[in-house]
């Protein structure tokens, strides 16, 4: 578990040095932002015998999105693609963990995802034009992957999977600020809070992998 230490110390380094080039220095921030999950897959693959395969690829997808999002206009497109194809791997693993659930259970559990999820495209749509369509694509995506967590939890809580369904919720919440700061409202304080978000919600997904694969 040495080296598994080692680079976690790495990947803080290199969240904090992005976060520091997001206050401080945009070409600090555009060139650490790729290394976020790499650093983040080689903690995983350190600290693990038989690696996800499944949720490397996820990584591998969320490292491209994060890629083609450094130059937003003219690559969002494939940033969104990108990220909506590393969450359905993370359904494809979330749903791995679930026996059978009750209708009722899904439905319940369900509408505070459709709620929030509503209330942002109602919030943005004006604004959305043609992306209308891949961000409702993307919407119920991110928002099965949260309720297939939150099933997961409910049916076992162990420390893990309230990790990853703390994940996936804080992921739902990085993306909506997100679509807030593109398509409602620009601030500042929505592009620091989207990464520090989406940093945390990764590596709540990456520990609870961790523990899973261990």
Not at 19 to 41: E, Y
Not at 113 to 134: A, H, Q, T, Y
Not at 158 to 181: C, H, T
Request: proline letters at 1%; aromatic letters at 18%.
């Amino acid at each position: 578990m040495a080296k598994t230490k080692i680079f976690s110390i790495l990947f803080l380094i290199v969240v904090s040095l992005h976060l520091l080039g997001l206050l401080q220095n945009d070409a600090l921030a555009f060139f650490t932002k790729p290394f976020i999950t790499i650093s983040l897959a080689i903690v995983y693959l350190s600290s693990v015998k038989k690696a996800n395969f499944w949720y490397v690829s996820a990584l591998f997808f969320s490292f491209w999105g994060d890629t083609f999002l450094l130059f937003k206009d003219q690559f969002f497109l494939f940033g969104l693609f990108s990220f909506l194809i590393g969450h359905i791997l993370y359904i494809k693993i979330s749903s791995g963990y679930l026996k059978s659930i009750s209708m009722f259970k899904i439905i319940g559990f369900s509408i505070p995802f459709i709620f929030s999820f509503g209330s942002v495209v109602f919030l943005i749509k004006d604004n959305l034009g043609e992306m209308l369509i891949p961000v409702i694509i993307y919407g119920i995506v991110i928002s099965t992957f949260g309720l297939l967590t939150v099933l997961n939890y409910n049916q076992t809580k162990r420390k893990e999977n309230l990790w990853l369904f703390f994940g996936a919720v804080i992921f739902i919440i990085s993306d909506s600020l997100l679509a807030i700061n593109r398509f409602y409202e620009a601030r500042e304080v929505y592009g620091i809070s989207v990464m520090i978000t989406y940093i945390l919600a990764q590596y709540l997904i990456c520990k609870a992998m961790m523990v899973k694969n261990s």
